[in-house]
């Protein structure tokens, strides 16, 4: 007895001081990675303060004295306020405004005489030092995990110190500060434009350091520095460039302060886009005053400039259409907020993956299209031009990122229609039989049951719903002919065919599979394809087949032979012998509420891979189930798409769309892989598929 008394307390404590040790080392590691950021901020301090000295000293400026000790007791009233009376909010914006503006009047303030003073020399390795301080700083802290990455398009640091650098620029003649601050507004638009991840982020990360460096400054002839330049756009852009990689946000997640905002906010950025559009073709026009040129400039910039100006009507006019499809699917989210709905599952259900592929092709014109007018009417002398060109490019980038991803990520449409026969006898000769009143009740509760289960499943997953038929006396085959039919005929409200079409059956089945029907009519796979094919021919749809029935399994196996179509059959395979005494016998209906279950609750416990299930799943696909990719936009859906939403004169760019559209230019890439997935499919069949859409086929 003392003897598992002594064990059972050591246990404990060895367990409580193993945990203790743990949380020590992670304060540690968290401290450590703070503490050098603390270092690489006083590096910095150290730096700006040694600069200035530098420069008082050769000046003997005045006011650079009197902005230095001003900039002191900022720093210390903001050190008061962190440790006295802990407003740390106020604090810290405060130190990061004066940062901002300390670390531009070092970058602005410059002249070669300082170049061979020794406290020079000292500031600019401060300045480098401080650099590579902040980057390992931000790199540390993504690799240990110390960084919960949320929602923003700009943190309050980076605002504040952009504004900051930006009152510094006030400090000399109108024409060089209002560039230099729309060079800020650039840099801020890049940081944001990397935070989203944007497709052409990288590139537009490159185009702005060496238009800034090579040719912006340059051109307004002022000393600079480059040592704090350097040192304020690394310090900057370091976190949101690092956050591509590390950065683990959903593309929803990434625009939530943009995708969730009001309508009338989401209206005025659409407007104030098109203003600084409009600002920039101005500015852009001004290459017209250099006659040197003219033979080249102005047959240029006309033939350009009203390429560039129809690209950015179709550009302004796609994005006010898609914050009008984004308020449609607010209006749903909001409704259906109670049902656990994500605004992607409603945006995919509105077919905005759809829209989002046709505005990425033409938001990709509309940046060429700025990319070669900024070439033809280049003006090396003009800071305000260049600094609205690189707003514009990543203005468009962002756009373009949006329509990209979303496109990318969200499901498709899809449509279904449920069949609920409740019959559980059947005559000699296959036709379904009337039940006996004593099992009425029993079975009408399970199939309202069943009913109920399967429209919530379309709720859940935002399917469209086409019907759900029950029928206790059965269905005819020229019913259900023209009822299935016309289900597969079903298209968007934007014209193509959905992406996904589902069809439930719960009924009695004949041991070969095929659904019994009133009048002794069955209803075979064979026939269901062939309907399938009459409908699909022409398109890439995809048919998934939920079976809650005694014989599915024949089906399963047997639309693993189609190879011309995008099939799926999930079915169930009822246990035939039960011990009752442990388990009640399953009963049609069990499958389904299970499996809607399991694909509408994220907390289910539902393991269908558990040993001795009376229910289990089981599931089959077409050869090429694997190929399928949701429907693309084709060369009819982009002419309707541009009837709908554009003006006849901006008809003749379609051609250009679908031709751009058609490129392939990783079909070998893209063969192989296909392949892979084939073989994967054909051999290993996963116990879990996903299908895209939301939901899930499974197999026990």
Known sequence: MCRSLRYCVSHCLYAAMTRLEEANREVNMHSSVRYLGYLARINLLVAICMG??????????????????????????????????????????????????LLGLLCFLNNSAFKTDVKEEATKYLLLSAIVLRILCALVERICGCIHHRPTLLTTVEFLELVGFAIASTTMLVEKSVSIILLVMALAMLIIDLRMKSFLAIPNLAIFGAIASLLFFPSLQIPTNPFALACFFSCLISDPLLDVYFSGLSVTERWKPYLYRGKICRRLSVISVGIIELIFFILAAFKLRDLDLWYFVIPGFSIFGIFWMICHVIFFITLWGFHTKLNDCHKVYYTHRAE????????????????????????FFSLVATAVLGAVSWQPTNGIFMSAFLIVLPLESMAHGLFHELGNCLGGTCVGYAVVIPTNFCSPDGQPTLLPPEHVQELNLRSTGMLNAIQRFFAYHMIETY??????????????????????????????????????????????????????????????????????????????????????????KEVRKVNDQYVAVQGAELARVVDIEEADPPQLGDFTRQWV???????????????????????????????????LPTGSDVAKHWMIYFPRITYPLVH?????????????????????????????????????????????
């Not at 902005?67 to 050190?79: K, N, P, Q």
Request: charged residues 20%; aromatic residues 14%; proline residues 2%.
């Open 52 to 101: 200035l000295y530098v420069r008082w000293e050769k000046t003997a400026d005045a006011l650079i004295l009197v902005i230095f000790i001003l900039g002191l007791f900022v720093l210390g009233i903001a050190s008061i306020l962190y440790y006295y009376f802990s407003m740390e909010t106020a604090s810290l914006s405060l130190s990061n405004l004066w940062f901002g503006f």
């Open 340 to 363: 656990n709905n994500s605004l992607d599952r409603v945006m995919a259900s509105k077919g905005m993956r759809h829209f989002c592929l046709i505005s990425e092709q033409l938001v």
């Open 467 to 556: 019907g759900c038929d029950y029928s206790t006396s059965g269905l005819t085959f020229d019913t259900l002919h023209s009822k299935i039919k016309s289900f597969l005929e079903l298209r968007t409200a934007d014209g193509p065919r959905h992406d996904t079409y589902i069809l439930y059956y719960s009924g009695h089945t004949h041991g070969t599979g095929e659904w019994a029907l009133a009048g002794g009519d069955a209803l075979r796979l064979d026939t269901l394809l062939e309907w399938w094919r009459e409908k699909n021919s022409t398109f890439c749809s995809r048919l998934i087949i939920v079976l809650d029935c005694e014989n599915s399994q024949p089906w399963v």
């Open 597 to 631: 279950e399991y694909n509408c609750n994220p907390n289910s416990n539902i393991s269908w891979s558990e040993k001795g299930r009376t229910v289990k799943a089981v599931y089959g696909v077409s050869k090429h189930w694997s190929d399928y990719t949701l429907h």
């Open 656 to 700: 250009l769309a679908n031709w751009f559209c058609g490129l392939n230019l990783f079909w070998v890439c893209k063969a192989c892989f296909r392949c892979l997935k084939r073989l994967k499919m054909s051999w290993f069949l996963p116990t879990v598929l996903d299908t895209g859409q939301g939901f899930k086929l499974v197999k026990s």
